[in-house]
């Protein structure tokens, strides 16, 4: 049923994607982004949209087309973009839920049509895209796992807790925390399994963690949501703040849970820069104009001691 309803956005596609634009200068760009209500991600597309704001006062003008894939149900995001296809999009931004699903429409509707396609974070496996634009996830991880040795003693216990197996850029993460844990010192666990990327998920794998692992001092997630849950665990079990916490990305709650304490450090990345990026490339490339193929980002951490500089980053503010 799936390979049929791709086939019939393909068909759709070739026709509506034949033709070129009402006017050179009128373009109906996608953006697919997955569980698309977290901060992170409203951010990413609001930077879309300054970006093409932007071309409109080049009379450049875009019809952006936002999806927001399923929370939990990445199957969603595949028909999403097979759904965009069949709408007769000139160009697609995407936030891949998963590097390997996400990567089938690619390759059997986009990439057959020539449709350009600019991933904005995690990256697919396979198919092809005019430009990747990316934070530097390995040392993202690396920085965190500088900041949990610098809380913790030699020798102390600490583990991923991993919702992620087949986002690349969660397991780069992972093993930019494990690796330079393990240099300076700590030791590593196996991974904790997260079975779904929700409090009631997350608070469960830090239960049972606590129950096979009571010892554990140190905690890394993906995904600042995780560490809501776990810290509730730890709240529960009469743990909390005995266990660090440290992960990625940013939200109003856990920006407020790390000026309070109960999350020790947060990588943050910039989200608004991707999707602002992601949107001047699609409109170069159809405009015929070159563009970079990959565009790297840093990230900051963002820690009780220095929380007042993070006061106004979109995430926080929604703006």
Not at 251 to 266: A, E, H, N, R
């Amino acid at each position: 049923m799936r390979a049929m309803k791709w086939l019939l956005a393909a068909a759709i596609a070739a026709t509506a994607g034949a033709a070129a634009p009402a006017s050179a200068k009128d373009y109906k760009i996608g953006y697919s982004v997955f569980w698309g209500t977290n901060p992170f991600l409203v951010t990413m597309v609001n930077g879309a949209r300054k970006a093409a704001e932007e071309w409109k006062a080049k009379s450049v003008n875009v019809d952006l087309i936002v999806t927001n894939g399923g929370d939990n149900d990445k199957a969603k995001q595949v028909s999403d973009l097979e759904d965009l296809s069949a709408q007769g999009v000139d160009g697609v931004l995407i936030f891949p839920g998963d590097s390997v699903m996400v990567a089938e429409p690619i390759k059997s509707i986009y990439n057959k049509q020539n449709i350009p396609v600019v991933i904005t974070d995690i990256g697919i496996r396979s198919g092809s895209y005019i430009s990747l634009i990316i934070t530097d996830n390995l040392k993202g991880g690396q920085q965190a796992g500088d900041y949990m040795a610098s809380l913790l003693p030699k020798g102390s216990k600490v583990i991923t807790l991993d919702h992620a197996p087949t986002n690349d850029n969660g397991q780069t993460r992972r093993k930019g925390f494990e690796d330079r844990s393990r240099e300076l010192g700590l030791t590593v666990l196996p991974r904790q399994p997260v079975q779904f990327l929700t409090l009631d998920s997350s608070r469960q794998a830090m239960e049972d963690l606590l129950v096979s692992e009571p010892d554990i001092k140190g905690a890394f997630a993906f995904n600042q949501l995780v560490l809501q849950g776990a810290y509730q665990a730890l709240e529960h079990a009469g743990k909390a703040r005995q266990v660090k916490l440290v992960g990625f990305d940013l939200d109003p709650v856990s920006f407020q849970m790390v000026k309070d304490g109960k999350i020790d450090g947060l990588v943050v990345q910039d989200p608004y820069r991707m999707g602002y990026e992601g949107m001047n490339i699609v409109l170069t490339n159809l405009t015929g104009g070159k563009v970079q193929n990959f565009v790297g980002l840093g990230t900051k951490l963002l820690t009780k001691a220095n929380a007042a500089d993070f006061a106004n980053d979109p995430q926080v503010t929604g703006k």
